[in-house]
C-alpha cells in the first residue's frame, strides 16, 4: 500500500506543477503574467481558441488533483488503520532480566620502595 501513496503522490506533485504552468500561460484579461510568460505563443500553439483550451485544461486539472488529494487521505487513514488493528507499528520486544555483572578483586597496592 505504500508503494501505491508513493506513486500517488508523485502524480499528485506532477499534476500541482501542470496547474502552476497552465495558470500562468493562460492570457489575463489586462494582460498580466500570462502575456509577459508567452500568452502569445500559447496562442500560435492553439489558435484563437486558446482560452478555452486553457481554461478546460486548468478546471481538468484541479478536479484531477482534488480527486487524487481526497484519494490519498483515504490512503493514509486505511495505512493507519491497518497498523493499529496489526498492535502498533513497532514491535514489542521483552528484554529478560538484569542480571548484576561479576565483580573483579581488587588488586592489591604497590607495596612502597625500600630505602637504601
Known amino acids: 500500500m505504500s508503494i501505491v501513496i508513493g506513486?500517488?503522490?508523485?502524480?499528485?506533485?506532477l499534476l500541482s506543477l501542470f496547474i502552476v504552468l497552465v495558470v500562468l500561460a493562460q492570457k489575463a484579461k489586462d494582460g498580466g503574467v500570462g502575456a509577459a510568460l508567452g500568452g502569445g505563443a500559447t496562442?500560435?500553439?492553439?489558435?484563437?481558441?486558446?482560452?478555452?483550451?486553457?481554461?478546460?485544461a486548468t478546471i481538468n486539472a484541479s478536479i484531477g488533483f482534488f480527486v487524487l488529494s481526497f484519494v490519498l487521505y483515504l490512503g493514509h487513514i486505511y495505512q493507519r488503520k491497518q497498523a493499529a488493528a496489526s498492535g502498533g507499528s513497532l514491535?514489542?520486544?521483552?528484554?529478560?532480566?538484569?542480571?548484576p555483572a561479576p565483580v573483579a578483586p581488587a588488586a592489591p597496592a604497590p607495596a612502597?620502595?625500600?630505602?637504601p
Not at 112 to 115: G, I, Q
Request: hydrophobic share 55%; charged share 10%.
Open 7 to 13: 506513486i500517488l503522490t508523485f502524480v499528485l506533485i
Open 43 to 56: 496562442e500560435a500553439a492553439f489558435g484563437a481558441e486558446t482560452n478555452n483550451v486553457l481554461s478546460r
Open 91 to 99: 514491535p514489542n520486544i521483552s528484554v529478560p532480566a538484569a542480571t
Open 112 to 115: 612502597a620502595p625500600k630505602a
